[in-house]
């Protein structure tokens, strides 16, 4: 049992000798009253400094102060940190949330900022556990990209363009990009098959306006698999699960960084000119590289494999 004193709008308490105070407003205020009527107190120590625990999921740049949340000490105020705050209230774990904000603020278009999480709320799509998204794509046959015939865009695979050659004006419908779509839309799009994507939300370019805002433009996205059941079972567990597993595909700059920095071996500075020229290449094995060497640090396990043999330019 800890001490604590419950007075005017404010609860006190004192765990591991530091003293704590919660205020009416903010959101986890009820729960800890509720776990101290109940001598809950491994619960109390859990959530006594909620702001703490957001801060840790987003290394450090969320906060939360009351009702509002904060981003890199500014207020944020979107449809995202309204749930962000509501989630927070019911007591449910925003660490995916946090990821997803965190990814989505290193997007450079403000309108994909402020427009995104609303989208992905009204077409139901998924929010994954290093928060990223899930979306429905059409395909051909034989899993080539319906418009060009070029793209493949089999489980595994990872499809990217350079962004600046995506269409980031909304009102253009129908235009250049890498398509993701939501259920809705899958009626109005014709192909064989249909695969789920994974989307980091920096590289959503634009959400066209034609559809009921129910499809997007990227620059980049993973397959996670086929859709072999109805379009309303898609994002079962199974599917959510695949989304967070290694993908085991080569010749790519962004997997030979991960493996390096997840490996703990030298950045390679030189990019394997026999292999990483263009500017492109290089962003993408300093983005691996890092991203590698952050899992390495918190423990986490190996999201992506890079083929050994290509690691020396086989």
């Known amino acids: 049992m800890f001490p604590y004193l419950i007075q005017g709008d404010n609860i006190t308490l004192v765990v591991d000798n530091k003293p704590h105070t919660v205020n009416r407003t903010h959101p986890t205020y009820q729960r800890v009253v509720d776990a101290v009527k109940a001598n809950d107190w491994d619960t109390v120590r859990d959530v006594i400094d909620?702001?703490?625990?957001?801060?840790?999921?987003?290394?450090?740049?969320?906060?939360?102060?009351?009702?509002?949340?904060?981003?890199?000490?500014?207020?944020?105020?979107?449809?995202?940190?309204r749930r962000m705050i509501d989630m927070l209230k019911e007591g449910f774990d925003i660490g995916p949330m946090a990821a997803f904000m965190t990814n989505l603020m290193q997007n450079p278009s403000k309108r994909s900022v402020d427009?995104?999480?609303?989208?992905?709320?009204?077409?139901?799509?998924?929010?994954?556990?290093?928060?990223?998204?899930?979306?429905?794509?059409?395909?051909?046959?034989?899993?080539?990209?319906?418009?060009?015939?070029?793209?493949?865009?089999?489980?595994?695979?990872?499809?990217?363009?350079?962004?600046?050659?995506?269409?980031?004006?909304?009102?253009?419908?129908?235009?250049?990009?890498?398509?993701?779509?939501?259920?809705?839309?899958l009626q109005s799009f014709s192909g064989d098959r249909t695969v789920i994507v994974k989307i980091n939300p920096r590289d959503v370019v634009s959400i066209p306006t034609d559809y009921n805002n129910s499809k997007g433009r990227t620059c980049?996205?993973?397959?996670?698999?086929?859709l072999a059941v109805s379009e309303d079972r898609a994002f079962d567990r199974p599917v959510q699960a695949r989304a967070n597993q290694p993908v085991k595909q080569g010749s790519s700059a962004f997997y030979a960084g991960y493996t390096d920095g997840y490996l703990g071996n030298s950045h390679d500075n030189t990019y394997r000119d026999w292999a990483y020229t263009s500017?492109?290449?290089?962003?993408?094995?300093?983005?691996?590289?890092?991203?590698?060497?952050?899992?390495?640090?918190?423990?986490?396990?190996?999201?992506?494999?890079?083929?050994?043999?290509?690691l020396?330019?086989?």
């Open 50 to 81: 909620p702001k703490q625990v957001v801060i840790n999921w987003a290394q450090g740049h969320i906060s939360v102060q009351g009702e509002q949340l904060f981003w890199q000490g500014q207020p944020f105020h979107s449809a995202l940190s």
């Open 115 to 185: 427009e995104l999480y609303g989208f992905l709320e009204a077409n139901k799509l998924p929010i994954t556990p290093d928060g990223h998204f899930l979306a429905y794509k059409r395909v051909r046959a034989d899993y080539l990209d319906c418009h060009s015939g070029t793209m493949d865009n089999s489980p595994g695979r990872v499809v990217e363009m350079s962004r600046n050659q995506v269409d980031d004006n909304k009102e253009n419908t129908c235009s250049a990009g890498l398509h993701f779509c939501s259920q809705e839309y």
């Open 220 to 226: 980049r996205y993973e397959v996670i698999s086929e």
């Open 279 to 310: 500017a492109r290449s290089r962003q993408d094995y300093d983005e691996g590289y890092h991203k590698g060497s952050d899992h390495l640090r918190l423990g986490l396990g190996a999201r992506y494999e890079y083929r050994q043999e290509n």
């Open 312 to 314: 020396h330019g086989y």
